[in-house]
């Protein structure tokens, strides 16, 4: 189970991004508290930190294994509290990377045919290739866009 966390002394909105996004996700959020970043990495297998600019969520910080494997720029518009299921979430659009590796149906063939099946309530639309729109029962949930992706140059 992928897991998210914060800086050390987060805003009201990144832990309200946080809860979100890890509610629609099917993720896990714990609150960071005086843990060290290396602690909570090594804790957790997979780990996305959250930090901020000016107290709004900024940078997604994927990690894996203990190695950073990727960062990403972002910026949050909406964010609406809803009561969500743990149902799938699938993506629609053109898809910049690999869905699995935030834990969705896959994008290949099987994964779609599986997500036509089951009729998803939680959809990702992707429009313009960076702007993510995170719908749940067809509401609004949350926007997100992908400002840069900066990749682990291990």
């Not at 946080?18 to 602690?39: S, T």
């Not at 053109?94 to 969705?104: D, E, I, S, T």
């Not at 993510?132 to 992908?146: E, S, W």
């Amino acid at each position: 189970m992928i897991v998210i966390s914060t800086s050390r002394d987060p805003s009201q909105r990144t832990r309200s991004f946080c809860k979100v996004i890890a509610r629609f996700m099917n993720w896990r959020y714990i609150q960071r508290g005086k843990k060290g970043i290396e602690e909570l990495i090594n804790e957790h297998p997979e780990i996305i930190l959250v930090r901020e600019i000016k107290g709004n969520p900024a940078f997604l910080d994927f990690y894996r294994k203990g190695r950073k494997i990727a960062t990403w720029r972002i910026n949050v518009g909406i964010i609406k509290k809803e009561k969500m299921d743990d149902s799938h979430v699938c993506f629609a659009g053109r898809v910049p990377f690999n869905p699995l590796m935030l834990g969705a149906l896959p994008d290949n063939r099987a994964g779609k045919k599986f997500a036509l099946k089951m009729k998803p309530k939680k959809i990702v639309y992707f429009r313009k290739g960076v702007e993510m729109d995170f719908r749940y029962d067809g509401k609004r949930v949350l926007t997100v866009k992908v400002v840069r992706v900066y990749e682990s140059e291990d």
